[in-house]
């Protein structure tokens, strides 16, 4: 590693790490460790601000949910655990859905950590590459008898978020978008995040829908993920939930086939 380079992760550790003193490069000749390390924390302090205020703009139901002061708490000691690691701050906060899960003073509100990782795969599909959904029309080019083989391949603004909270009903009523009196606690939901066009969509998928959904994610056939719905769903109907997913925008093209 060269010189600046060193000096440059020296500089970025300690910024993020309030019990390292200031950085030796950066101190004035003549002045004192102390005196030195006061002015730094300035920039430490900026830094763990424009964070917090970053996860803030990412996460505004877990905000909402838990209030302003928690919530405050709660991001330093994310921060403390995780700092930033890059320049573009929309990334930051993939792993504050997980840092929920086991963050003690969030054990009464278990169902966070799934909203956190709805909000942030929401983000995420904002920031995704542009793609012209592929329409359900596609597969009337297939022969009937090899339409079980083949593949979809995901548009690139898709997720699948599972849960055994009502993760978009309370997403939906911490921003606004539905009545907090909608949320049944006792009703699992499993979520689609997906931008077809401009605006992100997020879609509750019916029972055996995720079942389905995740398989063809992983790269299964059609055949092979329709028996994954139907094992989580006796009365699974593929052609309703096929048209679902391509009314949603979920696919960008028929994968390739052998």
């Avoid at 970025?12 to 102390?34: I, K, Y």
Wanted: negative net charge.
């Amino acid at each position: 590693m060269s010189r600046l380079a060193s000096s440059q992760s020296t500089f970025a550790q300690a910024l993020t790490d309030p019990d390292r003193s200031a950085p030796t490069d950066v101190r004035r000749p003549g002045s004192n460790q102390a005196a030195q390390t006061k002015r730094f924390d300035v920039y430490r302090n900026n830094v763990a601000v424009a964070a917090i205020d970053t996860l803030r703009d990412i996460f505004p139901a877990v905000l909402k949910l838990v209030g302003d002061e928690f919530f405050q708490a709660t991001a330093q000691a994310y921060i403390d655990h995780a700092p930033p690691s890059s320049p573009l701050l929309f990334q930051y906060g993939d792993t504050f859905g997980a840092f929920l899960d086991d963050f003690p003073p969030a054990a009464s509100v278990p169902y966070l950590g799934d909203v956190a990782r709805l909000e942030f795969a929401r983000l995420q599909a904002y920031h995704a590459a542009d793609a012209t959904p592929l329409a359900i029309s596609a597969l009337a080019e297939i022969p009937s008898d090899e339409v079980a083989a083949i593949t979809l391949v995901a548009h690139p603004a898709v997720s699948l978020i599972r849960s055994r909270y009502p993760v978009v009903s309370l997403w939906g009523a911490s921003v606004g978008l539905a009545s907090s009196d909608d949320v049944d606690m006792a009703c699992a939901e499993d979520a689609l995040t997906v931008r077809p066009e401009l605006d992100v969509d997020t879609l509750i998928l019916p029972t055996g829908g995720a079942n389905f959904l995740d398989s063809l994610l992983e790269g299964d056939s059609l055949g092979i993920a329709a028996e994954a719905g139907a094992a989580a769903e006796p009365d699974f109907d593929l052609s309703a939930h096929l048209a679902g997913l391509f009314d949603a925008g979920t696919f960008e093209r028929i994968g390739e086939r052998p």
